[in-house]
């Protein structure tokens, strides 16, 4: 099983930047199809960004396409989400994940996950 980390999140205001990374450990994560989800308070935990194993497939929410940029290196083991011309709306904790198959919007098709980090866009 592989283990994530993410890191990068923090506060930022509205129309900013951050770039999110997942770290990965246990094994190569070219063996995973990986996801970015996200969790606002009081909300279901939505897809946001996903990659393909090769890295040349790449899959958005609507609400973050053209926002939004997922890579991955397999060399580093690493993923990473670039956010620009963050919302308030996009305020939540965004979690990291994987799953060894296709592509799919649903996390519960995801297996390992991250514990998450906070996002959080002022206004």
């Known amino acids: 099983q592989v283990q994530l980390v993410e890191s990068g999140g923090g506060l930022v205001q509205v129309g900013g930047s951050l770039r999110l990374s997942c770290a990965a450990s246990?094994?190569?994560?070219?063996?995973?199809?990986m996801g970015w989800f996200r969790q606002a308070p009081g909300k279901e935990r939505e897809f946001v960004a996903a990659i393909s194993r090769s890295g040349l497939g790449t899959y958005y929410a609507d609400s973050v396409k053209g926002r939004f940029t997922i890579s991955r290196v397999n060399a580093k083991n690493t993923v990473w989400l670039q956010m620009n011309l963050l919302k308030p709306e996009d305020t939540a904790v965004y979690y990291c994940?994987?799953?060894?198959?296709?592509?799919?919007?649903?996390?519960?098709?995801?297996?390992?996950w991250g514990q998450g980090t906070q996002v959080t866009v002022s206004s």
């Open positions: 994940a994987a799953r060894q198959g296709s592509h799919t919007n649903d996390p519960a098709d995801f297996h390992s």
């Open positions: 246990g094994r190569p994560i070219i063996d995973y199809h």
